[in-house]
């Protein structure tokens, strides 16, 4: 069954209309309800703001990074363990094909119902799910083969048992390691960027983000909370932070903005998909002209420049 926010209630009942005239076998009905649902998604998502692209980032429908492997990575394997503790289920590694282009990707994986939820954190890495990103990441270094990062986290879990396994040495480590890969590397934000637990799997030669994701140093309601003492005001702390990807792309914290389906990827998977597969295989082809020495100076001056301020 779908989920719908409160601004989506007007395309609900649209569908549920159609569903009431597919059930009478009123294919007339039918052709009509669905032009009317076309305008009317137009006209929800065309003027969406901040605090909704907020919500269709954390919608429990949108992909999440094991929908787009299955959707676009061709013969699949998947890597276990970071070979010093355990396997992390928040991080998943695949290695396979996209578009014809051998790669591993690389991706943090929030679960959908409850029990997944669980098993994967959330979304919430601890050390060893960012040792085992850094496993992958050296092997795929290792073989010659361009890694596709797919961030998707609230944010690093913060948990005792992490703290004490060293979560920040292992989130340093990856931004550290991950600067200097001699391979081509391209991250993507497909939901939330949470701060560090973000950056750990998003040092790369281009970070995008999809149209509805967002990356922060902070939730909106963490922000809230500390500005305002009032954590309901999220509305307005998301307004203020500047967190979506038009507003990172204009800041230039970001290198490009990837279009997703006019009525969101929560609605359309495949075509989000298609257009996150579209999008790694073009820049990859560019990636690849440069020599290894290029491709690293480049990626380490993007880094140092973000940030810098001249008079």
């Known amino acids: 069954m779908s989920s719908y926010l409160d601004f989506e209630k007007s395309i609900k009942q649209i569908d549920d209309d159609i569903a009431n005239a597919r059930i009478k076998g009123d294919e007339h009905a039918v052709e009509i309800l669905n032009k009317n649902l076309e305008k009317e998604v137009t006209k929800v998502y065309k003027n969406l703001n901040e605090y909704q692209r907020l919500q269709l980032a954390r919608h429990p429908d949108r992909p999440y990074a094991i929908d787009y492997i299955r959707s676009f990575l061709m013969d699949a394997y998947e890597i276990h363990g970071d070979r010093a503790f355990r396997d992390d289920p928040a991080i998943v590694c695949y290695v396979g094909y996209i578009g014809g282009k051998k790669a591993m990707v690389i991706g943090e994986q929030k679960g959908r119902g409850t029990k997944n939820k669980l098993r994967r954190n959330f979304g919430m890495p601890h050390p060893e799910g960012y040792r085992k990103a850094l496993r992958a990441a050296k092997l795929a270094e290792k073989f010659n083969l361009p890694i596709l990062f797919l961030i998707d986290t609230p944010g690093a879990y913060p948990g005792v048992g992490a703290e004490e396994r060293g979560q ?85 914290l970001i290198d490009d903005v990837i279009k997703e389906p006019i009525n969101g990827a929560h609605r359309d998977k495949d075509g989000a998909a298609k257009e996150l597969a579209s999008y790694f295989v073009s820049k990859l082809e560019k990636l690849e002209k440069l020599s290894i020495d290029e491709l690293v100076a480049k990626r380490i001056d993007k880094i140092l420049s973000v940030g810098a301020y001249e008079e």
């Open 168 to 252: 920040s040495e292992a989130i340093a480590r990856n931004l550290f390691e991950f600067a200097n890969l001699k391979v081509p590397t391209i991250a993507v934000v497909i939901g939330e960027g949470g701060s560090g637990g973000a950056l750990a799997v998003g040092v790369a030669d281009k970070l995008a983000m999809m149209k509805n994701s967002v990356f922060s140093v902070i939730s909106p309601e963490g922000c809230a909370a500390i500005l305002w003492n009032d954590p309901t005001k999220q509305e307005q702390a998301t307004k203020a932070m500047k967190i979506t990807a038009d507003d990172l792309k204009n800041l230039k």
